[in-house]
């Protein structure tokens, strides 16, 4: 009974009750965002999510890490976090308030997806170090940080076993009762158990800050996970880097691709965490084939940092910086400061990694100087030096609206202009490039570049649009207030059986065998030959399969409807010539005449 009350002990050191006391904002913030996410999930939406809903769930799921970090660093320097903690609503509310702009635009923004992440990361990093930002003491950090891995390890293992027992409980309650549960309410059920019961049993295992300062266990686990895992994974990138080097320096004499960026980063990592594992026995004095190779470890790391800068270099002067871009430039220069100041201080300070880490992800999200609006400056002047080089700048120095829309259907070539069209559509604007198009000031409602969208095709569905401004680019639109000439919209995104490609509303449209669309609405019947397209998706080698990713029109009608098919992408199985089978993403416009 002893050894049964001890174990528990040792799993949970906080009651609820001192749950909630050291950890009231972290809480509020798991179960805000799981409610949203769940209402959201429950009321499935047909329209757009209004964003509010998104933005309470982006910054409430912020809110988990940034709350439970501040409350370990008030902890340490005041004894009482709750102070800490309440001043942390201030840039949680700035942040709500920054995105929630962007959300009300874009409920699927690029941007706020990447901002979120980069301070996620961030808020993360900053939570490992944040006891541990005054007290100078490394081996009561590597315990409180191999506490944090080992418990989140163990909570998502935890989670995955109790989402498995009651998503089978609920099946058999289903099954045996009839009860008719709706997938839905599974995917509920893995939110709360995700976003609220793993962030619990984290927080329900943290000890007092004295009881890691007095810890010097060290688990066998991490010795063997570094021994037998990491071990392998050094020596095969050790080997593929240095091959690589080789072949540049010596063979092909060229200069090193931007795949090299992925490996280096991944070689670089493994070499510090090993570092971070063996800590304690290098720290301690231990002697061990880790510790006796710890350092060559980082040494050989040293020349395969400049091959990554010059690869990354060698991209970034053809095309630009990006968000990618911009955050590989930083994590190289971090790998370079960690493996410099790890070998001058002879691997005795590990809070520096962590704290450079934070510093350098927030200030790449945050600023003038970050990642978004950097990329944002560097691919506008991008676009004005490649829209030149296309010839798609007239003679009074303004782009060329008509020439680019011809320009941009033209899928036989990389079209440099049209990647960088599609990139500042998702991820920025066009308003620094706003002089190079002829823009109506006195329309209301509509911005300027909301203008420029609007010639380039770029139409997400925000406002009315007229019928020549719809058009295929990239992504689905979110959707629809009236598009003149037709009556509604219906978006084709799924994969259908037996050439039929939609059924529904009274629409069917259906692949024939003879190679030609066939789209019924109630008595009328409209037809679409497709042979050319067929042909053309053939690749050389005639395969009985052909598939396409080019946007496409199909524009049919009689005297009293018309329809407009918009082809994202389509594929079918071809079996002696006749089409056996038909897929298309897109969307179909009906109108009535």
């Known amino acids: 009974m002893d050894q049964k009350t001890s174990w528990v002990k040792r799993l949970f050191r906080v009651s609820f009750k001192e749950l909630f006391v050291r950890f009231p904002f972290s809480i509020a913030s798991a179960l805000i965002a799981t409610g949203i996410a769940s209402y959201i999930t429950i009321e499935e939406f ?52 920054y995105i929630h702009q962007h959300l009300i635009v874009d409920e699927a923004s690029a941007h706020v997806m990447s901002l979120f992440m980069m301070l996620f990361l961030a808020s993360f990093v900053f939570l490992i170090i944040s006891a541990y930002i005054q007290k100078r003491d490394e081996l009561a950090f590597w315990q409180f940080s191999k506490w944090l891995f080992l418990r989140i390890f163990l909570a998502i293992f935890s989670s995955l076993v109790l989402f498995g027992a009651l998503a089978l409980a609920l099946v058999s309650i289903d099954r045996l009762f009839g009860v008719d ?21 984290v927080l329900l295992g943290a000890k007092k800050m004295e009881e890691y300062d007095a810890d010097e266990s060290y688990p066998e686990i991490v010795r063997k996970f570094a021994q037998y895992i990491l071990s392998p994974i050094l020596v095969v990138y050790f080997i593929i880097l240095y091959a690589y080097m080789a072949k ?130 560097s691919q506008s002047n991008q676009f004005i030096q490649s829209a030149a080089e296309d010839g798609l700048i007239d003679e009074d120095g303004m782009f060329d609206v008509k020439e680019f829309l011809a320009y941009r259907r033209d899928y036989s070539e990389e079209k440099r202009t049209r990647n960088i069209v599609r ?3 998702q991820h920025h604007d066009f308003n620094r490039v706003i002089d190079l198009f002829v823009i109506d000031y006195t329309v209301s409602g509509v911005t300027p570049d909301e203008q420029v969208k609007g010639q380039l095709n770029l139409y997400h569905g925000k406002k009315t649009a007229k ?31 037996d050439s039929t490609v939609l059924d529904k509303d009274g629409v069917l449209i259906v692949g024939n065998p003879d190679q030609t669309i ?8 409209l ?67």
């Open 248 to 377: 540049i320096l010596f063979f092909a004499r060229q200069w090193p691709e931007g795949s090299l960026a992925m490996p280096v980063i991944i070689y670089t990592t493994v070499v510090i965490i090993t570092m971070l594992l063996t800590f304690p026995w290098y720290r301690r004095g231990q002697t061990t084939t880790a510790t006796k190779t710890l350092k060559y470890l980082f040494f050989s790391v040293i020349p395969v940092i400049p091959m990554y800068f010059i690869a990354l270099g060698i991209r970034i002067g053809e095309y630009g910086i990006t968000e990618i871009r911009y955050f590989g430039v930083a994590i190289g220069l971090w790998f370079t400061f960690v493996i410099l100041t790890s070998l001058l201080k002879k691997f005795h300070n590990i809070r520096i990694i962590f704290g450079s880490l934070a510093l350098v992800t927030f200030f790449s999200a945050v600023g003038p100087w970050s990642m978004f609006n950097t990329s944002y400056i």
């Open 518 to 525: 066939t789209v019924t609405i109630g008595d009328v019947v």
């Open 423 to 425: 990139y500042l559509d």
């Open 181 to 201: 549960i709706k997938d839905k309410y599974y995917f509920v059920l893995w939110q709360w158990i995700a976003m609220v019961f793993a962030p619990v049993f």
């Open 46 to 97: 047909d329209e757009r999510i209004p964003a509010v809903l998104l933005t309470g769930i982006w910054t409430a799921a912020l809110g988990v890490l940034w709350f439970t970090a501040l409350a370990f660093f008030g902890e340490r320097k005041y004894r009482n976090s709750l102070v800490v903690q309440f001043g942390g609503l201030i840039p949680i509310a700035l942040f709500a308030f």
């Open 467 to 497: 019928e020549e401004f719809f058009h295929y680019y990239g992504n689905y639109p979110q959707e629809f207030y009236g598009i003149e000439g037709y009556d509604r919209m219906m978006v084709i995104a799924e994969h259908y059986q």
């Open 527 to 593: 037809e679409k030959d497709i042979s050319d397209f067929v042909e053309i998706a053939k690749d050389d080698e005639k395969r009985e399969f052909v598939e396409d990713n080019r946007p496409l029109e199909w524009n049919l009608e009689n005297e009293t409807h018309r329809v407009k098919i918009i082809v994202q992408n389509m594929s079918g199985e071809i079996v002696e010539d006749k089409m056996t089978s038909l897929d298309i993403g897109g969307f179909v416009l009906i109108g009535e005449k």
